[in-house]
C-alpha cells in the first residue's frame, strides 16, 4: 500500500558527508510527518532528524550541528544532509513516515523503508 525506499549510504571516512534519501510511494493521500531513525547492534534505533508537513524540524542533539534535513513535498522525497561525519554516525539508516492513506480512515500510520547502510571509518 506504502513503500518507503532508501538510498545514499555508503562507506565514508571520518569528517566526509552523506546525504541520504528516501522517497515513499503507493496509496498516499497525506505525509504529515517523516524522519530518519539509525540503529546498531549494541544501541536501540534512535530518532535522528524528523520533519514535518509544515516544515518544522527536530535534530538529535548529536547531529545537529552537522545535518539538515529537507522535505520535497511534490516528489513525496525527504533527504538528510549529513556533514563531518564520526565514526559514531555508524548505523543502519531508516526512513519513516506518518502517512494517511487514501481511505475512509483519516488516520496517520508509521511506515518504515529497509534501511541504508552507513560506515564511517575513523
Known amino acids: 500500500q506504502v513503500q518507503l525506499l532508501e538510498s545514499g549510504g555508503g562507506l565514508v571516512q571520518s569528517g566526509g558527508s552523506l546525504r541520504l534519501s528516501c522517497v515513499a510511494s503507493?496509496?498516499?493521500?497525506?505525509?504529515?510527518?517523516m524522519a530518519w531513525y539509525r540503529q546498531s547492534p549494541g544501541k536501540q534505533r534512535e530518532l535522528v532528524a524528523w520533519?514535518?508537513?509544515?516544515?518544522?524540524?527536530h535534530y538529535a542533539d548529536s547531529v545537529k550541528a552537522r545535518s539538515t534535513i529537507y522535505l520535497h513535498d511534490s516528489e513525496n522525497t525527504m533527504s538528510l544532509q549529513m556533514n563531518t561525519l564520526k565514526p559514531e554516525d555508524t548505523g543502519i539508516y531508516y526512513c519513516?513516515?506518518?502517512?494517511?492513506?487514501?481511505?475512509?480512515?483519516?488516520?496517520?500510520?508509521?511506515?518504515w523503508g529497509q534501511g541504508t547502510q552507513v560506515t564511517v571509518s575513523s
Open positions: 520533519i514535518s508537513a509544515g516544515h518544522s524540524t
Open positions: 519513516n513516515a506518518a502517512i494517511v492513506v487514501n481511505s475512509g480512515n483519516y488516520l496517520s500510520s508509521p511506515y
Open positions: 503507493g496509496n498516499i493521500l497525506k505525509i504529515n510527518s
